[in-house]
């Protein structure tokens, strides 16, 4: 599972220490992305055979670089039948992880594509509008929260929530009723709302993050928690704002942004 928290450095770093095949990569592409300053993932498709004790996704890793442009990375993350070992490999397009699933789990690579058994998603893909710089760069943009599909985790889902809300520094933070609430918290799930994007405070670059940890309780009833994670402190030092609504978390970012 990814760092929520973690700087985008330290994702590429991570990304690329993990890949199998990462020296294939174009050296200029490589060096174009050490200056990113902001990234977003998201899991693109996802295959599970549990009979055939194998199973892949794909994510997609998209930077918004220094010079204004972006770029993006796909991982294909896999195991193979028999065998229970992770394997990573990154790809600069689509088409390259089409050919790696073809090598990897057999069939011709337009099938590997798009062959509902291989990769279903990957068809219904190549109609969507390309999203990710746009959602990199429209971080304060307001509108109606749109339906997230839910797959939670079974975890420590309720020391999550109380580490969520206690290192939240705001004033208006969710109170005692919430953390009440949240003890019965059985699953959880974190999502990126929306990636980083730096913005200009005091003089100096500040970035801001939005997350959403969403909980499963024992009543079969649903809560989330928005995290704002932001540099614009005085110091330049990390701080995170937990809000109970999406609404209240952007509306803290805006303000943010504003102060100088």
């Keep these: 599972m990814s760092d929520p928290y973690e700087t985008t450095e330290a994702h590429l770093e991570r990304l690329l220490g993990r890949a199998l095949n990462s020296f294939d990569l174009p050296d200029r592409l490589v ?8 990234h977003s993932s998201s899991l693109y498709t996802t295959h599970h055979s549990p009979a055939a004790g194998r199973w892949r996704e794909t ?9 204004g442009g972006s770029a993006s990375l ?9 065998d229970r070992t992770i394997r990573h490999e990154v790809f600069v397009s689509k088409a390259e992880t089409c050919l790696a ?3 990897l789990f057999g069939g011709a690579p337009a099938e590997a594509a798009f062959d509902p058994e291989l990769d279903p998603a990957f068809a219904a893909a190549e109609e969507e509008p390309d999203t990710d710089v746009a959602v990199l760069s429209a971080l304060f943009a307001a509108g109606a929260p749109a339906h997230r599909h839910r ?5 420590e889902s309720a020391d999550h929530a109380r580490r969520v809300l206690r290192r939240a520094e705001n004033p208006d933070r969710p109170g005692e009723r919430t953390a009440l609430l949240l003890r019965s918290a059985y699953a959880h799930q974190i999502t990126q709302a929306f990636g980083t994007r730096p913005c200009r405070a005091d003089g100096r670059v500040a ?3 939005l997350y959403e940890h969403s909980f499963a309780l024992l009543d079969g009833s649903e809560v989330s928690l928005w995290e704002v994670e932001h540099t614009a402190t005085p110091d330049g030092r990390h701080m995170c704002e ?5 609404a209240a978390a952007r509306g803290a970012m805006e303000l943010r942004a504003r102060v100088r």
Aim: aromatic share 14%.
């Design 31 to 38: 060096e174009r992305l050490g200056t990113a300053l902001a």
């Design 59 to 67: 994510h997609r890793h998209t930077y918004l670089l220094s010079d």
């Design 74 to 82: 796909w991982e294909l993350v896999y195991r193979l039948e028999g």
């Design 101 to 103: 699933v073809a090598r």
């Design 151 to 155: 797959e939670y985790a079974v975890e």
């Design 207 to 209: 970035g801001f993050s």
């Design 242 to 246: 937990v809000y109970e609504s999406e």
